[in-house]
């Protein structure tokens, strides 16, 4: 595990670097080499949500483990750059699924708290932390919590204290960084960076959402996509084929990446 633990500690120091950490979300082991393959990327991130559509399953623990873990590893054995997991909520036991993740080469992950008792997301935590532990291994975890993705209409102030009094206990326990997806704009990214510390607050890059190099100059940490670049991918392939359906071609643009 020795090796494992080496690329856990590279990835963790690339969080507290003074660049913001871009993370690609990739979802299979060609999006994944494709995005490997540029030297400006440093760590990939897998997206559940990407995953999951790849097996035609829905997002949130609707695909198996097991199916799941096989494509990460799959992914962890084609590059060489460290690999963190989306590993959901941690498909009902945190501690073993980050076992099972450490044992097919991820050195991080995102666990979601989908807005449970305070306690009880604290110890989800802990468990994820302690994990990683045992087998050797400083796991990066970029705990999530969903108060703005699952806030519903509760007034602004109060997620982002929720948010804060959260993120904090989970950075307690271990967690590298937190995981705050929504639509944050400048103001609400201060006051999260203000309540959590500098290089502490992970974001998604929404469309309208501040661009990577202002969430920069904000103190945040990570800056990932989640299931938005297979949208893209997606978007590309659907277009192609409503060309290609008319009277198009393919582009001589296009390279050869598989």
């Known amino acids: 595990m020795s090796a494992l633990a080496d690329r ?23 999006s994944a080499q494709a995005v490997a393959a540029l030297p400006e990327t440093k760590a990939l991130a897998t997206a559940g949500h990407s995953i999951a559509a790849t097996f035609g399953y829905e997002d949130g623990e609707n695909i198996p483990l097991e199916v799941m873990l096989d494509m990460v590893g799959r992914i962890v054995a084609a590059v060489d750059v460290p690999v963190t997991a ?34 009880e997301a604290v110890a989800a935590v802990e468990a994820v932390i302690a994990a990683g532990a045992a087998e050797g291994v400083p796991f990066v975890l970029n705990a999530r919590t969903d108060v703005f993705v699952k806030g519903g209409d509760r007034p602004l102030d109060d997620k982002i204290t929720d948010a804060v009094k959260r993120g904090r206990a989970f950075l307690d326990a271990g967690a590298t960084s937190v995981f705050v997806p929504g639509l944050l704009d400048a103001e609400t990214t201060r006051r999260l960076v203000e309540g959590l510390g500098e290089r502490r607050l992970s974001v998604i890059g929404f469309p309208g959402a501040p661009s990577a190099r202002e969430y920069e ?42």
Not at 224 to 234: F, I
């Open 8 to 30: 856990a500690r590279t990835f963790a120091e690339l969080h507290t670097a003074p660049e913001i950490l871009r993370v690609v979300n990739i979802w299979d082991v060609v």
């Open 86 to 119: 989306d590993l959901d909520a941690g498909f009902g036991n945190p501690g073993e699924t980050t076992r099972r993740a450490i044992g097919v080469g991820v050195v991080g992950a995102n666990v979601e708290d989908r807005v449970k008792p305070f306690d």
């Open 217 to 258: 100059k904000l103190g945040v940490a990570r800056i990932s996509y989640g299931p938005l670049t297979q949208r893209v991918a997606l978007t590309a392939l659907q277009d192609l084929a409503q060309d290609l359906y008319g009277d198009g071609v393919i582009p001589s643009s296009v390279r050869a990446l598989n």
